[in-house]
């Protein structure tokens, strides 16, 4: 359902008391977060509570950005035996974030404990008390580490990566090689550089990268690391600061926005990638002065995969009726760069 975009309602029909029913809930909860739709898929519960309001803490619980795509068979969420478990790079208790979470469920009998899935990785579990709501209760994001092992018919939903402020500070280069497209809009009218690879050591002899637009035409164009690069998971939070070396100016054109995302190994999915790691929106820099160009986009945790990508987007626009370019230096000894601070 949440593959075809189709509203679904998933109800829980136990009608046990909620504030005696932890365990349970929490099962619910991570079952449904598996495969859930943020647009499309609603869960409801039916646990008795002294209101009669069926309304229970963990529905504050949002989980976005997965690592992993919505399979099309949960058997390709199953970690091990019996054992499924996906990861988000971004959750959310009541609109606060809690920073990365993850779920795991034990399907096998309750006689059957298998191990938590990602070991050390996560710090701390979801921690509910009490029943619904409006009869008290509670929410957190700072239960107690995950137990080694996840009982027969259990559930863990983890939080607080351990290793997030661990990575080191990166820097990359655009080169002279092409990267894929798939994130940048390319409409008729706009040639050249549209994709670059970037790499910790720069790549081919230097040159400028030139990039043409047609009159009253807003286009993008960026960089996309190599295969494999950065090659961490997670990536902290972190500052990306970015330099873009104009070396032909043309003031009838201007950098209106700058983003970082996350992207597979092919360069995508799309024009939307895995992830929006941060962005510097509503700008109206020119580009009309040669020189080196400075940007500071703040970037979330992601829960990346070791073959995941970055990628920088600049939109561009050019404010002028006939057509207009501009070129910036890529290669060994290029001033356009990117360098990233973890927070």
């Known amino acids: 359902m949440a593959q075809q975009q189709k509203s679904f309602l998933c109800i829980a029909g136990n009608m046990s008391p909620a504030a005696s029913s932890i365990d349970l809930r929490t ?3 991570a079952s449904y977060l598996m495969t859930y739709d943020l647009g499309t898929t609603v869960l409801g519960e039916k646990f008795a509570t002294p209101s009669g309001f069926h309304a229970e803490p963990e529905s504050e619980l949002v989980a976005t950005n997965p690592v992993v795509p919505t399979p ?29 979470c993850a779920v ?21 579990t979801l921690a509910l008390s009490g029943g619904g709501i409006l009869d008290g209760g509670t929410i957190s994001a700072d239960g107690p580490a995950p137990a080694s092992s996840i009982p027969g018919n259990g559930a863990v939903i983890a939080f607080g990566i351990a290793t997030v402020n661990t990575q080191p500070t990166l820097g ?5 090689q092409t ?18 690879e970037m790499d910790p050591t720069a790549t081919g002899t230097l040159t400028n990268e030139a990039l043409n637009y047609k009159g009253l035409f807003a286009g993008s164009f960026g960089w996309v690391s190599g295969p494999g690069q950065p090659g961490l998971t997670p990536w902290a939070a972190a500052k990306y600061n970015i330099t873009l070396n104009v070396t032909q100016p043309n003031a009838a054109l201007q950098i209106t926005d700058v983003r970082i995302y996350r992207v597979d190994a092919n360069g995508g999915p799309n024009t939307s ?3 929006l790691v941060g962005e510097l929106p509503a700008l109206s820099q020119s580009l009309g ?7 500071s986009v703040v970037g979330s945790t992601q829960l990346a995969g070791l073959t995941d990508r970055l ?33």
Request: hydrophobic letters at 35%; one cysteine or more; aromatic letters at 14%.
């Open 27 to 29: 099962y619910y909860t």
């Open 72 to 100: 099309s068979d949960i058997s390709s969420l199953m970690i091990s035996t019996n054992v499924y478990g996906r990861e988000y790079g971004a959750c959310y208790i009541a609109g606060v974030s809690v920073g990365p």
């Open 104 to 124: 795991a469920v034990n399907t096998d009998a309750a006689a059957y404990s298998h191990p938590f899935p990602w070991g050390s990785k996560y710090q701390h």
């Open 172 to 176: 990359f280069t655009p080169g002279t």
């Open 179 to 196: 990267a894929p497209t798939s994130l940048f809009y390319k409409m008729t009218g706009e040639t050249g550089a549209i994709s670059q």
């Open 273 to 275: 990638g895995l992830a």
């Open 289 to 295: 002065t040669a020189g080196s160009l400075s940007f």
């Open 311 to 343: 990628a920088v987007r600049f939109q561009v626009k050019n404010v002028s009726t006939h057509p207009q370019s501009f070129s910036y230096d890529a290669g060994t000894g290029a001033l356009s760069t990117l360098s990233i601070t973890p927070q």
